[in-house]
């Protein structure tokens, strides 16, 4: 499966009771999605059974579709302190077994995921899937899907738009700087 694609990305949006991931193509600019779907973890009353299968889930995906890269939604703080711990932990988890087969990691923060998604930070997990729907060409029948699988998809996508930006290696504070650093580009 690698081999036809120039690049595959996981993504990560992370549970302690529905983990979500989305597995992304990609051949030059053009993407595809692979396979998304979540983990259930409720059905595990002890919390560290939930993070063992998290852990198991995360390296049985990365070893089936060897991605290159995982795009993570980080966490977002909330006020229940002991929510935030669980989550942290299974995004920790979920690093872990991406590290473990040395796949390169990139947290993203929610809005960040939804601005690069729907263009507005704030917008709905419903708007999120419609829009990976339309931008992805995803069968309506293939999202009716929990949408934590959908961000995670988001993350991945998010992911390659973010390492697709073309990078400038100097900075200038003025058009007088930039002539001052390019006298080659003057016309004489």
């Known amino acids: 499966m690698d081999d036809q694609y120039d690049k595959i990305i996981i993504g990560i ?8 991931y989305g597995i992304l193509g990609v051949n030059g600019k053009k993407t595809f999605a692979l396979a998304l779907g ?3 973890l409720n059905k595990f009353e002890d919390h560290y059974m939930r993070l063992h299968r998290i852990y198991e889930r995360v390296v049985g995906l990365v070893d089936h579709y060897h991605p290159d890269e995982m ?3 980080a966490p ?8 935030m711990l ?3 932990r299974a995004q920790g988890v979920a690093m872990a077994a991406a590290l473990a087969r ?3 990691i990139t947290e993203y923060e929610p809005r960040k995921i939804k601005m690069a998604i729907t263009g507005n930070g704030a917008a709905s997990k419903e708007q999120v899937r419609e829009m990976l729907r339309r931008i992805l060409h995803i069968p309506d029948e293939t999202l009716d899907i929990e949408l934590d699988a959908t961000d ?3 993350a991945a996508l998010c992911h390659f738009y973010e390492s697709s930006k073309p990078v400038s290696s100097r900075s200038y504070s003025s058009w007088k700087d930039f002539i001052a650093k390019n006298p080659d580009k003057l016309k004489q």
């Open 71 to 73: 795009a993570i939604e």
């Open 102 to 104: 040395q796949v390169p």
């Open 38 to 40: 979540v983990i259930r």
């Open 86 to 88: 669980k989550l942290g």
């Open 13 to 20: 949006d992370p549970g302690t009771n529905l983990m979500g």
């Open 152 to 154: 995670a998809l988001g």
């Open 76 to 83: 977002f703080f909330g006020k229940n302190v002991q929510s």
